[in-house]
């Protein structure tokens, strides 16, 4: 008696169901019952007699039930829709339907989806996107600095992807921030509840005036900030609290242009203040210098900074 075929392919089958009904992941005791199964069929029919002669289909049906659990647990952790796993494929490779819009270094973008979702994006920020979103859920793709406010629909949940993060919303207002040059993803929550996950089975709900972040692959768990903090950049004002120089002049580089050269020890540096963007860099800098232990100078398009003496 052979394993009936039928009852294998119906647990896949049902995994992948599980696979596309979940956004991040599907329960281990789900796996486990589905392995159960084909293990129950495979003894039941292979029989102590006849295990010599089949060990290769049963290890055949094991391989293959190995590589198809594995391949779906890859995509139901990161990309839980289709139309998930063909952007982020599109952010690889280059192929696809889908809209890529970059805003100019030094301005701002505003665009409007067709759902009314709104999306304000920072200088330098790229947004990829579909041409148009499914019936069952809504993606894009960030890398850079954008406000996002999502119209609620609970039938099509949005998923904002980045470098190394996935954050789901029905309805809600926050920001993210994923810029190329940072090894994280900062995600601060306006109102309403986004699940942050790190592409991996661990997530963290925020609720209003809360931040969380994935640093190193690594999911930190949320805590109290002051939102103004993190969204004045729309009205062209950075505020940093007790941040580190290499921060502040990464986000002044995505904002000017500008390349920055640290000297040793600048990038540890923290500080605490405003920032006015519509002034010139030259100001910035003054201002910059005149907070904290630091000098620099201009040469061949560049920055140099160092620490004073």
Request: aromatic content about 8%; hydrophobic content about 40%.
């Amino acid at each position: 008696m052979e394993i009936e075929k039928d009852k294998f392919n119906r647990v896949v089958h049902r995994l992948i169901e599980l696979a596309k009904e979940r956004e991040h992941t599907i329960l281990q005791s789900e796996i486990d019952d589905a392995w159960s199964s084909i293990e129950h069929d495979a003894d039941r029919a292979l029989g102590l007699r006849k295990r010599r002669k089949t060990m290769f289909f049963y290890g055949s049906v094991a391989a293959a039930a190995v590589v198809a659990v594995a391949i779906l647990l890859f995509n139901s952790i990161m990309f839980a829709t289709d139309e998930a796993r063909d952007l982020m494929e599109y952010v690889a490779t280059g192929k696809g339907n889908y809209n890529q819009l970059v805003t100019p270094i030094g301005s701002k973008n505003h665009i409007t989806f067709s759902d009314g979702s709104q999306i304000w994006m920072n200088s330098g920020t790229k947004i990829i996107y579909p041409e148009k979103f499914s019936n069952n859920s809504r993606n894009v793709y960030i890398e850079g600095e954008a406000y996002l406010e999502i119209a609620h629909n609970a039938d099509a949940p949005f998923s904002v992807h980045t470098k190394n993060a996935t954050v789901r919303v029905l309805g809600t207002t926050f920001n993210v921030a994923a810029y190329p040059g940072e090894n994280s993803t900062e995600v601060v929550l306006v109102k309403g509840k986004v699940d942050l996950s790190n592409g991996e089975e661990t997530h963290v709900v925020l609720a209003p005036g809360e931040l969380s972040s994935v640093v190193d692959g690594e999911l930190k768990q949320p805590v109290k900030v002051d939102v103004e903090q993190y969204i004045c950049w729309i009205d062209d004002v950075l505020i940093f609290n007790d941040d580190t120089l290499e921060k502040v002049f990464s986000r002044l580089n995505a904002h000017y242009g500008v390349e920055f050269v640290l000297g040793p020890g600048v990038d540890k540096l923290k500080v605490t203040g405003k920032l006015n963007l519509k002034d010139d860099i030259d100001e910035v800098m003054r201002t910059i210098s005149f907070t904290s232990s630091i000098s620099y100078s201009k040469s061949n398009g560049k920055i140099w900074v160092s620490v004073t003496e």
